[in-house]
C-alpha cells in the first residue's frame, strides 16, 4: 500500500494517468477532507438510503430502538462495536441522530482499510506533498489521477493527428469517424485504450491525452 501511495503520487506529478478508478470517499481521503452521508451512496446505496431516510425524518416516533453501537459480522460471528465511547448506553433520538449518522458514516468507510489507507498516505507524502493538492475539490483530483470516462467525440476528431497522407477530409477518414459516432461508449473506450495504451482521457480533453509512446 506504501507502494501503491508512491505511484499515485508520481503519476500526478508527471501527469499520467492510471487505469484505476477507486471511489469518491477515497479522493476525499487524500485531500483530507471530512466524509458525509453522501460519500456513503457511491459505496453502498441501500446503506445510504437508510441513513437519508432518517436524517430526513422525525425517528422519535419510529420506535427503533437503536443506540451508538453498530454490529459487525467477523467470522460468521456478530459483535457489537461501540460507535463512542459509552455507546451502548447512549440512545439515538432525533436531537442526536446527525452526531450517530456521522459515527456511522466514518464506521462504514474505515472498516477494515483504516490502517491500509494510512500506509497509502504515508507513500503518497513521501514524494508530493499534501499541500500541493489543496487546489483540488474531490471530482477534480478523481480527473487529474484516472480522467473521465466520457469520450466526447468531437473533442477527439478535432484533437487527431493525420500521417501517411491522410487528412480529415479523407474518405477512410470520413469513414472511420462515422463507425465511431455509431458506436457506445464502452466500445469507444476499448478502441482508445487499443490506439493509445489508455482508456483514461484527461480532464483537459483530448488535447493533454497522451499515448503509450509518449
Given at each position: 500500500f506504501r507502494f501503491c501511495g508512491r505511484v499515485i503520487a508520481m503519476a500526478l506529478i508527471h501527469q499520467r494517468l492510471l487505469d484505476a478508478f477507486f471511489t469518491r470517499p477515497f479522493y476525499k481521503f487524500l485531500l483530507?477532507?471530512?466524509?458525509?452521508?453522501?460519500?456513503?451512496?457511491?459505496?453502498?446505496?441501500?446503506?445510504?438510503?437508510?441513513?437519508?431516510?432518517?436524517?430526513?425524518?422525525?425517528?422519535?416516533?419510529?420506535?427503533?430502538?437503536?443506540?451508538?453501537?453498530?454490529?459487525?459480522?467477523?467470522?460468521?460471528?456478530?459483535?457489537?462495536?461501540?460507535?463512542?465511547?459509552?455507546?451502548?448506553?447512549?440512545?439515538?433520538?432525533?436531537?442526536?441522530?446527525?452526531?450517530?449518522?456521522?459515527?456511522?458514516?466514518?464506521?462504514?468507510?474505515?472498516?477494515?482499510?483504516?490502517?491500509?489507507?494510512?500506509?497509502?498516505?504515508?507513500?503518497?507524502?513521501?514524494?508530493?506533498?499534501?499541500?500541493?493538492?489543496?487546489?483540488?475539490?474531490?471530482?477534480?483530483?478523481?480527473?487529474?489521477?484516472?480522467?473521465?470516462?466520457?469520450?466526447?467525440?468531437?473533442?477527439w476528431q478535432k484533437n487527431t493527428l493525420y500521417r501517411s497522407g491522410y487528412h480529415p477530409d479523407h474518405p477512410v477518414i470520413k469513414k472511420f469517424w462515422t463507425a465511431i459516432r455509431k458506436m457506445n461508449n464502452e466500445s469507444r473506450l476499448r478502441l482508445l485504450q487499443f490506439v493509445t495504451g489508455t482508456s483514461s482521457i484527461p480532464f483537459e480533453g483530448f488535447g493533454a491525452l497522451r499515448g503509450s509512446s509518449g
Open positions: 483530507g477532507c471530512v466524509m458525509d452521508l453522501s460519500d456513503i451512496e457511491s459505496v453502498d446505496e441501500e446503506y445510504h438510503r437508510s441513513l437519508a431516510w432518517m436524517a430526513d425524518n422525525n425517528i422519535d416516533d419510529a420506535c427503533l430502538d437503536l443506540v451508538f453501537t453498530v454490529e459487525e459480522e467477523v467470522f460468521g460471528q456478530t459483535t457489537q462495536n461501540e460507535l463512542k465511547p459509552g455507546g451502548g448506553d447512549i440512545a439515538v433520538t432525533d436531537e442526536n441522530k446527525g452526531e450517530y449518522i456521522d459515527l456511522l458514516v466514518r464506521w462504514r468507510l474505515d472498516r477494515g482499510v483504516s490502517e491500509q489507507r494510512k500506509v497509502l498516505l504515508k507513500g503518497f507524502t513521501e514524494v508530493m506533498d499534501r499541500d500541493l493538492l489543496s487546489v483540488f475539490d474531490a471530482h477534480e483530483l478523481e480527473l487529474a489521477i484516472a480522467g473521465t470516462v466520457e469520450v466526447d467525440v468531437d473533442d
